[in-house]
């Protein structure tokens, strides 16, 4: 992995921010999305914070503070997701005796992660895509079919796919808002002098994403899906396409990684990564 911090001399003047036809107005983090969905966020990123997250879960922190080992943070932390959110105690948590129980098993933050891993277009995709589109301000570009008009039939399939995937469960947002939180805190602690780390991703061409600005040296401003996957392996990003786009995200952009926690997801290199405009390059194979 190789991780690199900006130096704002280097970079090009940023272009205008993020278009209005891809954020809302409000959302629910410390930063509007017109400015941390910005070439401008990407250069000199700051920290993200959901709102009251971590005061909320303010003596999980102060646990965590205590343990030196990574994988005992990870183990505290998901103790701690099983009692919070009563994941082994569905009738506690408003499950009707007797009712069909898989659903409501299946669906928290694991089950949502790991859903993203097999097919980020599916349900599990639609939820964490409508999470992000909620706390950040961040439209969703794409799910299985472009999301731009509003009134298509990929828009609305994309909605009730998010709904159904919802639907019944134990706060599982809450849950999302605490992976995303646990996540930074981690990340904070690892790279503690490091602002960005460079990530990688396979495409066939660049018309796949919505090009901005076109720059020298096959450089272009893109702007990404509210939700990606990249990954710090570049050979592995090779088998995903015949080009390779890379470029470096801000810490404060990695919603969670597979190493984040003991067997949240096979392999051990990809990232899923908040949107917005991005200065990216492209090289071949």
Not at 1 to 26: G, K, Y
Not at 161 to 189: F, H, I, K, V
């Amino acid at each position: 992995m190789e991780n690199d911090r900006q130096n704002s001399q280097d970079r090009p003047r940023a272009s205008p921010s993020l278009p209005a036809s891809a954020r809302q107005s409000i959302n629910r983090c410390n930063l509007p999305a017109v400015i941390l969905g910005s070439l401008t966020f990407q250069q000199h990123p700051v920290v993200l914070e959901i709102d009251g997250i971590r005061d909320f879960h303010a003596s999980l922190f102060r646990t965590l503070e205590t343990l030196a080992e990574p994988v005992e943070r990870a183990q505290r932390f998901m103790d701690y997701m099983t009692v919070r959110f009563l994941l082994e105690e569905l009738e506690e948590a408003g499950l009707t005796p007797g009712r069909k129980r898989k659903s409501r098993i299946n669906a928290n933050y694991l089950r949502m992660v790991r859903g993203w891993s097999f097919d980020s277009d599916g349900r599990e995709g639609a939820v964490l895509k409508r999470w992000a589109e909620s706390r950040f301000g961040l439209l969703a570009r794409h799910h299985a079919g472009s999301l731009l008009d509003r009134d298509s039939d990929s828009y609305h399939w994309y909605l009730a796919q998010g709904t159904r995937g919802l639907y019944a469960t134990n706060a599982l947002e809450a849950q999302l808002d605490l992976l995303y939180t646990y996540c930074q805190y981690e990340l904070a602690r690892e790279h503690p002098t490091q602002s960005h780390i460079r990530l990688y991703r396979g495409i066939n061409r660049m018309d796949e994403h919505e090009v901005l600005e076109t720059l020298e040296g096959a450089r272009y401003r893109v702007l990404l899906n509210n939700l990606n996957s990249f990954t710090s392996n570049r050979e592995r990003a090779d088998e995903f396409g015949d080009y390779i786009l890379e470029t470096s995200v801000p810490w404060p952009k990695v919603f969670f990684y597979n190493r984040l926690l003991p067997g949240m997801l096979k392999g051990e290199d990809e990232y899923v990564v908040i949107g917005g405009v991005y200065e990216v390059g492209i090289s071949t194979i």
